[in-house]
């Protein structure tokens, strides 16, 4: 589970260093940073994929993204990065993004990719606190070393591009074994944000349905998600879930030809609803029973802004859901909603379950803070690794 998450240099996140728990709960007014630290958790998860410069390329590069503010205290020859990390009772993991060495193509132009940012240092250590000792694999530059299986040290240079991971290139299971059981766990996170429900939305159709532990992204196969649930997973939570936010209701899927299709039975109706006649919230809803209630729970599941147009009856249920999922994964749940931070918070009491509230705001300078920490010496302890 992780502990710590660590932000330096990205939008508003001038400097963060946050305490995680096995349910977090992200709050704060429009602006605040909230966005940021869901995509922070994105970018360190697009680090085990190969795609972290991708996606900050999309952002813009580095000038869009890297903190605008006053730099105080970093000193004129200071080198400007983007920091991102985490740690935990087993693990941690940082990485330094900086400003790309100008290069040129084979015709003597400027390479066209000269906005791409460049992975300047990355490390891996055991434990929660990066220590010398703790070390597993240190990157700076081309230049990698890794602690192999059998305890030993074992050098490379210039194995892994500058716009790599060397979570991606090296994860090798004699060379770098602590690489690649930390790549496979990142895999492992999942994350939700603003799952579509509008008339053309995927989830309104039938689909070709296969067995499917993981909901899409989109939403997609909703309909073999909910099914794959109620044959190998909790059909009971599913049946529960539905029930608590459209009493008297039940779910059914049909398939014609191979081609799935969700229905929605409800009391009083003497036909089910077709996905397609679903109103936006209930659809919503049961993207999230889908999500929730995985028979393949991550180690990591993020949500952003889940109660996006549901009704205010539906928080409830959603908070129960979210709950229920706890059991088996972390979750940060990232909310514009006071009514449901309030929700979690009741159900989590009920349940003898501990909620980690962040409530970010934003100093005077436009940086963006933790609520009610006073100084430094609140937040959990945190080292970079230095360049």
């Not at 690489?179 to 999942?190: A, M």
């Not at 729970?297 to 249920?317: C, I, M, T, Y």
């Amino acid at each position: 589970m992780l502990t710590t998450l660590a932000v330096e240099n990205y939008r508003s996140l001038r400097h963060l260093v946050v305490p995680l728990g096995r349910l977090n709960v992200v709050t704060g007014a429009n602006g605040t940073g909230k966005s940021s630290l869901y995509r922070a958790l994105r970018l360190l998860a697009d680090s085990a994929r190969g795609g972290a410069v991708a996606a900050l390329a999309r952002e813009g590069g580095l000038p869009s993204t890297l903190w605008a503010g006053e730099r105080k205290g970093s000193g004129r020859a200071a080198p400007v990065g983007l920091r991102l990390g985490f740690a935990g009772d087993e693990f941690g993991y940082a990485v330094d993004f900086g400003h790309p060495v100008p290069t040129a193509g084979d015709s003597g132009a400027p390479s066209m990719f000269n906005l791409d940012p460049e992975i300047k240092r990355e490390c891996t250590w055991a434990g929660p606190v990066l220590r010398p000792a703790a070390l597993l694999s240190d990157r700076s530059g081309p230049a990698v070393r890794t602690r192999t299986a059998s305890g030993t040290w074992h050098s490379t240079v210039n194995n892994v591009r500058p716009y790599d991971s060397m979570l991606g290139e090296l994860a090798d299971p004699q060379l770098a074994p602590d690489l690649l059981r930390l790549r496979e766990h990142l895999r492992s996170w999942r994350f939700y944000d603003h799952v579509r429900t509008d008339a053309r939305a995927p989830a309104r159709g039938a689909r070709i349905g296969t067995r499917t532990p993981v909901l899409a992204h989109d939403g997609a196969d909703l309909a073999a998600a909910l099914q794959t649930i109620r044959e190998i997973g909790d059909h009971d939570a599913l049946d529960a879930a539905v029930d608590a936010a459209f009493p008297g209701s039940r779910v059914e899927i049909v398939s014609e030809g191979g081609r799935f299709e969700l229905r929605l039975r409800q009391q009083g109706l003497l036909r089910p609803l077709g996905a397609a006649e679903l109103s936006d919230g209930t659809l919503r809803y049961l993207l999230w029973t889908a999500a929730l209630l995985t028979p393949r729970p991550p180690a990591l599941l993020v949500l952003n802004e889940p109660e996006s147009s549901l009704h205010p009856d539906l928080l409830l249920p959603l908070a129960e859901l979210v709950l229920t999922a706890n059991r088996d994964t972390q979750i940060v749940v990232v909310t514009h909603a006071p009514e449901l931070a309030a929700a979690l918070a009741r159900g989590a009491r009920h349940h003898r379950l501990d909620v980690n509230s962040i409530t970010l705001v934003k100093d005077g300078s436009g940086q963006t803070e933790v609520a009610g920490r006073e100084s430094l010496l609140d937040e959990p302890l945190w080292y970079w690794p230095k360049r």
